[in-house]
């Protein structure tokens, strides 16, 4: 916890998620309302941006995909996944997925510590690599590096925004 941001970082189990998934679904509208898809289609309605919790709920696992929030005067203000990835070959690593900060809360610290966090969380869990895709030329694309985190480059046409277009992604690692 820093004075900056004042959060304090909870890990959530899946009973948590459930509990909490109408207040989670406001960082998720938060950031389709600044462009930011984190892999969902526009337009997002409150109730399956809810829903979307719910399904991640039923797929937390404590080695293979852990969630840590941002607590703020019991609020959730901010929340990102650790995924381990699938592959046989590929158990130490693993990406980095919805990352969020809820609109009034952004550019104070939450979001570093959030991050930190879940870096400290995966060299618990044996991983030595990290890594992140995020819409590219958006202020996400201007904060990893920040974070000690590698560009990779660009690829055109990755996904689509949550205003329909389709658009190009950076590519983000971090070594443990
Ligand atoms: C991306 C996001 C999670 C970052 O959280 P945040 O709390 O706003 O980030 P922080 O305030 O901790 O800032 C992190 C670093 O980036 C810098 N930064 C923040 N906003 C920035 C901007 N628009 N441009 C450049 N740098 C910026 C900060 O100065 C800070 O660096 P510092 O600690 O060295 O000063 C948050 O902005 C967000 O939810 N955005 C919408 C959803 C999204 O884009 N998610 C990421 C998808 S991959």
Do not use: C, K
């Not at 719910?54 to 995909?65: E, F, K």
């Not at 009034?104 to 979001?111: E, M």
């Amino acid at each position: 916890m820093t004075e900056r941001s004042a959060v304090e970082i909870v890990e959530l189990s899946a009973s948590d998620v459930e509990l909490a998934a109408d207040e989670l679904a406001q960082l998720l509208l938060d950031a389709h309302n600044a462009g930011m898809a984190l892999g969902l289609t526009g337009p997002l309605e409150r109730e399956r941006a809810a829903d979307v919790w719910r399904a991640t709920a039923a797929l937390l696992d404590p080695r293979d995909r852990v969630m840590l929030a941002a607590r703020s005067e019991r609020s959730l203000v901010g929340v990102v996944q650790i995924v381990r990835a699938p592959a046989e070959n590929g158990s130490h690593r693993a990406e980095i997925v919805r990352f969020a900060v809820r609109g009034d809360r952004r550019g104070a610290g939450v979001g570093r510590v959030l991050l930190e966090a879940a870096t400290e969380r995966a060299r618990e869990l044996g991983l030595s690599l990290l890594w992140l895709s995020t819409h590219a030329g958006t202020d996400s694309d201007r904060i990893y590096e920040r974070l000690g985190w590698t560009r990779m480059g660009t690829m055109p046409g990755y996904s689509v925004r949550p205003d329909g277009t389709i658009a190009a992604s950076a590519f983000y690692y971090l070594e443990l």
